[in-house]
């Protein structure tokens, strides 16, 4: 992802501020509006605003991470219910217990008959005030909570993220090894078998073993490996499975000649090409395997099917040790939403139809 990532401390840290630079701002304009600034009567609100302010921090640093995160709701309300009291009493002393002096001696001009108290502003009804503090701590009290709160959960849909992403590595890491070690044992028979029978297939079979040995030891441990060693590495594969099946299984691979110069994530067909093997072969009746590859605007396709016998284990009910939601968990891993799989199960065919871009 391009740019900076803000995680979650930083976005509420900047919703904070927004905030509380909104409502600072708000005697400074209110005063300019009229024409003439009293910076006297905005320092008077703003000290108001720092009372708000400072029930504001109690509230989201000490409150809610210590009480109402912690399930101590009966705790919580009574102590932010005590501090709203108490700021609002603050306000309503400030505001209506103190009345401006200077404003109760002016002289009345002449012919003002009215005492001199009469000629002072009017002051807010106590009820009004009262609303208005109470308001206002709800609102602030209300916000700051919340704000902790989304908070504290996008941080934990991050932790939670982190954990499926490092959990669908060691899948991914599983399925890169996903071989089956039964193959191995089933090919060196099979090239023991060999040797005395026909011993140029033998070496070459030996020779394609190490190529499959030197890629899943090597080569696979990479996180991006050339198309051109993948295909080398499918063609072994298939090379020393059809030694174990012989002429009873038809195998198809079609790969284009021209191979372009790009590179994939290393083990991306096998587990589905072994299993195609493994789930689609029947001695008794004719089976086949299907094997091709396309590259065309940017993408490669990959098709693979397999015959199907109902003497056969139901198709990919369960790889051995990984399965395939965790194929396609991997694949979102590597590629997002911007990989196609598609899964045809018809009664005589199993296809897979796998889609990424190169």
Avoid at 166 to 173: G, I, P
Wanted: charged share 20%; net charge neutral; hydrophobic share 45%.
């Amino acid at each position: 992802m391009k740019g900076i990532a803000l995680n979650s401390r930083k976005i509420e840290f900047l919703s904070y501020f927004l905030i509380w630079a909104l409502v600072f701002s708000v005697p400074y304009f209110s005063e300019r509006s009229s024409g003439h600034i009293n910076w006297h009567e905005v320092a008077k609100n703003w000290s108001h605003v720092f009372g708000f302010l400072v029930l504001f921090l109690i509230n989201v640093y000490i409150l809610v991470p210590r009480l109402l995160l912690k399930k101590r709701y009966t705790n919580y309300f009574v102590l932010v219910t005590t501090l709203i009291a108490l700021e609002i009493a603050v306000n309503m002393i400030s505001e209506l217990g103190f009345p401006h002096q200077s404003n109760s001696f002016i002289e009345n001009t002449p012919g003002d008959l009215r005492p001199p108290s009469l000629n002072a502003p009017m002051q807010k009804p106590p009820i009004m005030a009262f609303a208005d503090n109470f308001i206002i701590c709800i609102l602030l009290v209300g916000a700051g909570t919340t704000i902790k709160l989304m908070s504290k959960l996008l941080s934990e849909e991050k932790l939670r993220k982190d954990a499926e992403k490092e959990q669908l590595k060691t899948n991914l890491a599983l399925l890169r090894h996903q071989v089956s070690p039964h193959f191995f044992m089933n090919t060196l028979n099979n090239i023991h078998s060999l040797i005395e029978m026909d011993t140029e297939k033998a070496q070459d079979a030996v020779e394609r073993l190490s190529t499959l040995m030197r890629y899943l030891l090597y080569d696979s441990a990479q996180n991006t490996i050339e198309l051109k060693k993948e295909i080398e590495f499918i063609r072994s594969f298939v090379s020393l499975m059809q030694l174990r099946h012989s002429d009873e299984v038809e195998v198809t691979v079609l790969i284009p000649d021209q191979i372009p110069d790009i590179k994939i994530p290393p083990m991306l067909f096998i587990s589905l090409l072994e299993n195609a093997f493994k789930h689609g072969v029947s001695y008794p009746m004719k089976s086949y395997i299907y094997f091709e590859l396309q590259i065309h605007d940017n993408k490669l396709d990959c098709i693979i099917k397999n015959s199907k016998h109902k003497t056969v284990v139901k198709q990919y009910d369960e790889y051995p040790g990984i399965g395939l939601e965790n194929i396609k968990k991997s694949l979102d891993l590597l590629y997002a939403q911007e990989y196609k799989l598609h899964i045809s199960d018809t009664e005589n065919e199993f296809e897979v139809n796998l889609t990424i871009p190169v």
